[in-house]
């Protein structure tokens, strides 16, 4: 009898082990498979950070070849273009943790692929003493030509294939120099004009007049007008309540349709079709063209910030139709406008990382181009952008012309409570190997025709 009880006993233990044993092996499982990617990715996580000093970091490389980033033989990281590039490389120290492409590509500069990270103390069997390359879609010629454009002057430069989405160019001003950024880490954070701030993705302005064109598209597309509405411009337009909108330097345009009111920016048109268009088609409006959305991975961009829609008096909707209010968006967006009309109504999803190449020449990962949203038809697309040739052949941006190239476009000077206005030219440029697409902003430095659109013609030139 107490042999038999002993047994009982004996198999409850086992049981109550087993059970146990199955629990451990099903969490073990579980960080290994759906957590893994978060704990790899940790900054607590301290086999990274052994691991990152027993491994030679590998190089961050333009699509021509140039060496944006290396470990030298000391150790130290080195930056050859240092502030040129930094919106793109970001940094990567010790002290200050990693930013840019050195904290997205972290675990691929290290050699560790995204199995390897699962298999926890063996990886580091299999792993080389050195890691791996990142190719980037960064052009060091525009990167640099972006950069010059913007000189000392506050803003930011984005440019893309328009049909891939490849960034070419990524340029935030002012910048930093990444090569001594730990030494000047308090300085750098310290101060007013926020060089640390990526503005190219997470800068938020008014777009100001650049937005027109997607209101033209909404107007259309809703039929609140259409290309044979003539408007009458007498330059003040009464929003109710006292209010009024009025154009730029007292212009009055007198009578113009759809497309000459694109061509002249006209205020009083656009602020018409504003309030025709109402809450709920503004709003469709932005969401269509993926104002309200996050693209992810490698391009971290913030959100646009909207007016409270459903709420909005017709000032408001006027003014929200010119790309002022409460309307905030950032220059990566404001570019991938311009592909929705320059690549047939699809904008093209923005990826920075071409390729990760192993020590021994493999290519472990390679970008494929994917469209990220159908903002209009094809039909819509190529009416607006002929609105947008003709702003840069006779109208606003006269300024981005390039002699034997197809340029389109769309100014903006947006008013700016905390200062003078912003210069902005968004558009594309049909060059002979490719198609571009691009936004520029100038921060506090007025009109986007005389500031912002040369700069877009220095880009287009560093192509041909």
Not at 184 to 206: A, F, I, M
Not at 217 to 229: M, P, Q, S
Not at 452 to 458: F, L
Request: charged share 20%; proline share 4%.
């Amino acid at each position: 009898m107490a042999d038999w009880k002993i047994k009982r006993q004996v198999l409850r233990a086992a049981s109550i082990c087993m059970v146990l044993f199955g629990i451990l092996a099903v969490y073990v499982i579980y960080l290994s498979t759906w957590e893994a990617d978060d704990l790899a990715h940790n900054p607590l996580n301290m086999r990274s950070a052994a691991a990152r000093s027993d491994i030679v970091r590998g190089s961050i490389l333009s699509s021509d070849g140039k060496v944006l980033a290396e470990t030298e033989d000391g150790g130290r990281r080195v930056y050859p273009f240092g502030s040129v590039m930094a919106a793109v490389t970001g940094y990567n120290g010790e002290q200050i943790g990693s930013a840019g492409i050195e904290g997205h590509a972290n675990q691929a500069l290290l050699g560790l692929t995204g199995d390897m990270s699962r298999l926890g103390p063996l990886a580091q069997l299999l792993q080389s003493d050195r890691g791996n390359d990142v190719r980037l879609t960064i052009d060091s010629r525009v990167q640099q030509a972006a950069f010059s454009g913007l000189g000392n002057r506050r803003g930011a430069v984005v440019v893309l294939d328009a049909e891939t989405g490849a960034v070419l160019a990524m340029v935030s001003s002012p910048s930093y120099d990444p090569n001594d950024i730990e030494s000047n880490w308090k300085n750098l954070s310290q101060q007013e004009d926020s060089p640390l701030l990526n503005r190219t993705v997470q800068g938020l302005y008014p777009p100001g007049s650049t937005i027109k064109p997607m209101i033209a598209d909404a107007a259309l597309t809703d039929g609140v007008t259409n290309e044979a509405e003539i408007f009458d411009c007498t330059g003040v337009l009464d929003v109710g309540g006292g209010h009024t909108i009025r154009e730029s330097h007292g212009e009055v345009h007198g009578r113009l349709n759809l497309r000459q009111a694109v061509t002249e920016s006209c205020n009083v048109t656009f602020g018409t079709l504003g309030m025709r268009l109402g809450d709920s088609k503004l709003k469709k409006a932005f969401e269509r063209f993926g104002f309200d959305k996050e693209i992810g991975e490698e391009i971290l961009m913030t959100k646009s910030h909207f007016p409270a829609f459903g709420t909005l008096s017709a000032g408001d909707q006027a003014q929200t139709a010119i790309g002022q209010s409460a309307l905030l968006v950032t220059p990566m967006h404001m570019a991938l406008l311009a592909d929705a009309f320059a690549h047939g109504g699809i904008i093209m999803k923005p990826y920075l990382v071409q390729e990760v190449v192993t020590p021994g020449g493999t290519v472990v990962q390679e970008a494929k181009p994917s469209a990220w949203l159908k903002a209009t038809t094809p039909q819509m697309a190529a009416l607006i952008d002929s609105y947008m040739e003709d702003v840069v052949t006779k109208g606003t941006g006269t300024a981005a012309q390039v002699s034997g190239v197809r340029v389109t476009g769309k100014t903006g000077t947006a008013e700016n409570a905390a200062g003078k206005d912003h210069a902005w030219f968004i558009g594309s440029a049909q060059l002979p190997a490719r198609k571009i697409v691009f936004a520029v902003i100038v921060e506090n430095a007025g009109g986007g025709g005389t500031e912002a659109a040369p700069v877009a013609r220095r880009i287009i030139q560093s192509l041909m």
